[in-house]
């Protein structure tokens, strides 16, 4: 019996770039932003990577579920959060957004600018 041994940092950087690189290429989003305790540093062997993907969309929810089903293949929890540009900048500076601790703890993955 195979026993689940958890990923090396270096494992889950890859696995972030492999996601970030899937999503701007198939999406072309504004911006992504991972957050949460991948951002911090403080990652356990069970956490999630959080990723903010800032884009035009008519439905937020659709397109985080296709999101979702482009990485379907990628076994590492996951947590897709779809938001537009104008609510991103309307939620950076609101406590208690998504937007509010990606500002501020997250990491920008992805800038379509640059």
């Known amino acids: 019996m195979k026993t689940w041994t958890?990923?090396?940092?270096?494992?889950?950087?890859?696995?972030?770039?492999?996601m970030v690189r899937r999503i701007a290429e198939?999406?072309?989003?504004?911006?992504?932003?991972?957050?949460?305790?991948?951002?911090?540093?403080?990652?356990?062997?069970?956490?999630?990577?959080?990723?903010l993907v800032v884009m035009e969309t008519d439905s937020r929810?659709?397109?985080?579920?296709?999101i979702r089903m482009a990485l379907d293949d990628i076994v590492m929890p996951k947590d897709i959060i779809v938001i537009t540009p104008d609510e991103f900048d309307r939620r950076r500076d609101v406590?208690?957004?998504v937007a509010y601790p990606a500002?501020?703890?997250?990491r920008l993955v992805h800038d379509r600018r640059r």
Request: net charge negative.
């Open 6 to 18: 958890p990923p090396t940092p270096a494992e889950v950087e890859h696995t972030i770039q492999e």
């Open 26 to 51: 198939r999406f072309e989003p504004e911006r992504v932003i991972l957050f949460g305790s991948q951002a911090r540093g403080n990652a356990g062997p069970d956490s999630d990577i959080d990723l």
């Open 61 to 66: 929810r659709r397109t985080a579920i296709e």
């Open 95 to 97: 406590v208690g957004t």
């Open 103 to 106: 500002v501020r703890e997250g």
